[in-house]
């Protein structure tokens, strides 16, 4: 049709640029059902590693449009900064979120330290005992965006975290479950417990009371599995099988038998809350965590995580499945809060010869101890962990505080495992980064991380392939750096009779929502949000910038 539009136009002396382009496809209609999945800790890597293998739910994804080349493009690629990016299309500059804990020098409590997730105002909440709440988000969560503009639809969460729940939820939600450990439970008090739920906990505590028979891996799996010894305490890893003791809630939450559990509490309250039956469209957001767990517990190359993958691939199958038989109008979308490093052990053994753990001297405490001596100072000086924001003590005159930055940046400058050392200051004059995020500075990544009222006085960022866990007894493995293999993230998007498409080109997590808003016909002012409208996404028509 184009080609016999040009032929007349040539005919009648009309330039063919003047012609129209043909419209494209109408925009589908709102699902009934927008189901958005956060796999905790799968990487880019993984994802494209694995994606051959994959025939169940991540599979079907898989075959819809797909952007290998997604970022959390800041700098703390940790849980509860990515989750916060994933819903609001905001950085965590903006979110507030800028990791899982942060430092608050004026609190009255004696712990200064802050869980994202938790309600500081609550009486005797802390950052290990708190009160679950959404308070310290900033912005509008797409499902809050939804509820203002269609009251009668509903905003569920759903979390293997309740980090991954609350901030995908948000503030207006009408359902939020997630694992505390021992039982799923909620920081909504309004109401009675779905009968889901109890079926959901009474089902999980069996399983867990119960001991597990170690897994029986196919050949692809064991191919993999080769024992790795393991610095710092730790034990070898590799060729895992996730069998357990009775009575064993940690060994049960890493491993696949955990994300299932939090798919069948939301397949339950799908149908006990009927969502998606009626004329409002509804949101369901589901945080799947054993991943991550399982990346921690046994780094991510073994046996280990490719049963766990391989299990969550059938897991989500069969949940797609039974949304199938009910008929509902139903899309999804897929992403990760951050990506994953192998344990350096592992990457040495694969031609990385500058993997590393970190030096114990150079966590926050170590280092502040060494500048106080040489200052003649006390109290703690810096207070932080290996990497990330450090604060500089609040108690300290001013002139000394100003006389431990410098001395500050000359030690973690110096430091041989250090990349990058950015102060405060010099990140709130930084402009907020544009362009694409594959291209982005190391201090563009750790401005779209920086929250002036939360931050600390410095950002470290370490060396690529260096892991700040040099003591392995609790874990070996961990995420959070600025560097690609954390950043990048794939981001799907599937409807039904949605055409595959493989799109390269970099994008936000940031870019999520504005895209769904979308599809489901929300508008979103611009200039209010970091991300933007996918326009390569099947039946979605992006409104003009």
Not at 176 to 194: E, I, Q
Not at 223 to 247: M, N, Q, S, W
Not at 421 to 429: D, K
Request: include cysteine; glycine fraction near 10%; hydrophobic fraction near 40%.
């Amino acid at each position: 049709m184009r080609k016999l539009l040009v032929l007349l136009a040539a005919m009648l002396a009309v330039p063919a640029s003047a012609i129209p382009p043909l419209p494209g496809p109408p925009p589908a209609p709102p699902p009934r059902l927008l189901i958005v999945l956060a796999i905790d800790g799968l990487s880019a890597d993984l994802f494209d590693e694995y994606r051959p293998m994959l025939f169940g739910g991540l599979g079907r994804l898989a075959r819809g449009t797909v952007f290998p080349n997604g970022y959390q493009s800041h700098a703390a690629t940790e849980t509860c900064p990515g989750h916060s990016t994933m819903l609001t299309g905001l950085r965590p500059a903006r979110t507030g979120i800028i990791a899982n804990y942060w430092t608050d020098q004026s609190l009255s409590r004696s712990d200064k330290s802050v869980y994202c997730a938790e309600d500081v105002r609550a009486p005797g909440s802390s950052s290990t005992a708190y009160t679950v709440s959404p308070v310290h988000l900033k912005g509008m969560t797409l499902g809050e965006r939804l509820k203002r503009s269609s009251p009668a639809s509903r905003n569920v969460a759903v979390g293997g975290k309740d980090r991954a729940a609350v901030m995908m939820g948000g503030q207006l939600v009408d359902q939020r479950w997630y694992w505390d450990g021992k039982r799923f439970a909620s920081d909504l008090k309004a109401g009675p417990t779905p009968h889901s739920v109890t079926r959901a906990n009474g089902a999980v505590a069996a399983m867990i009371a119960a001991s597990q028979a170690p897994l029986d891996p196919p050949q692809l799996c064991s191919d993999k599995a080769r024992l790795v010894p393991i610095e710092g305490g730790g034990k070898p890893v590799g060729a895992g099988r996730f069998g357990r003791g009775a009575g064993d809630a940690n060994g049960f939450r890493a491993s696949p038998a955990f994300d299932g559990a939090v798919l069948a509490l939301a397949a339950g309250l799908i149908e006990e809350m009927q969502l998606g039956r009626d004329a409002s469209p509804d949101l369901l957001s589901i945080g799947l965590s054993a991943t991550d767990f399982v990346g921690h517990s046994y780094g991510i190359r073994g046996q280990e995580m490719c049963l766990q993958l391989l299990s969550l691939d059938r897991d989500l199958g069969d949940f797609f499945r039974l949304l199938d038989r009910s008929g509902l109008d139903y899309a999804v979308a897929l992403t990760a809060d951050h990506g994953f490093v192998d344990i350096p052990e592992r990457l040495r053994q694969q031609n990385v010869p500058t993997a590393a753990r970190a030096e114990p001297g150079l966590d926050a405490t170590e280092v502040g101890k060494r500048i106080a001596a040489k200052l003649k100072l006390s109290g703690p000086v810096l207070i932080g962990d290996f990497f990330g924001d450090i604060y500089i003590d609040r108690a300290l005159k001013p002139a000394d505080r100003a006389r431990v930055l410098r001395e500050a940046v000359a030690a973690y400058s110096a430091h041989p495992q250090v990349q990058a050392v950015f102060t405060a200051e010099q990140l709130a004059r930084a402009p907020m980064p544009s362009g694409s995020p594959d291209r982005w500075t190391m201090l563009e990544r750790a401005r779209a991380s920086f929250d002036p009222d939360r931050s600390g006085d410095l950002v470290v960022l370490l060396r690529q392939h260096v892991t700040p866990v040099p003591n392995t007894t609790r874990y070996i493995a961990t995420h959070g750096s600025p560097w690609d293999y954390d950043r990048r993230v794939p981001i799907l998007f599937w409807r039904p009779a949605m055409p595959p498409a493989n799109r390269n080109e970099a994008i936000e997590t940031v870019d999520i929502m504005p895209t769904l808003a979308a599809m489901l016909g929300i508008q979103v002012d611009p200039a209010s949000i970091d991300g933007k409208c996918l326009t390569g996404v099947q039946g979605v028509a992006c409104p003009p910038r």
